[in-house]
């Protein structure tokens, strides 16, 4: 085998070696990188704000069900969540966003219009239209969400 060879074969691992170095990098760094900065941006890009609909679908008197879907990310996983809430106004001014998950074990409740009230159908909790307890194992009311509205369209805080 002559030098010249030997010097370019030198050359040519070290090129390989520089290049399965990158290669390498490239598969490691760049998720760890995204890992590392994607949730600074998002957080700007959402704030927790996230529109529900607009206020008019809701009739005063009646509960009204919005429903939300809402990306969650764990780690590597993005799981896409569906929020439920009812929102509630006795006069058109004053208004309550309630969660329907029943605060005894989670289960969802729904609006019975018939009896206007809220039933759980797992241990027969029941709340009133402002969320209140009326009877069952339920710990304390529904819980409630943070709102704001701005023109016609209503927030809620999320996370
Ligand atoms: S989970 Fe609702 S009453 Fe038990």
New binding site residues.
Partial sequence: MSEEFKLSRRKFLEKVTVGIGGVLTALFGIPAAIFVVKPVLKKDESSGWMRLGSISKVTPGTPTLFSLKVERETGWITDQDEIMVYVYTEDGRDYAVMSNI?T????RVRWIEERQEFF?P????VYDKQGTVLA???PRPLDRYEFNIENDDIYIKVG
């Fill in positions: 029943c005894h074990l989670a289960c759980c797992c241990h027969n909790g069952g194992p339920p």
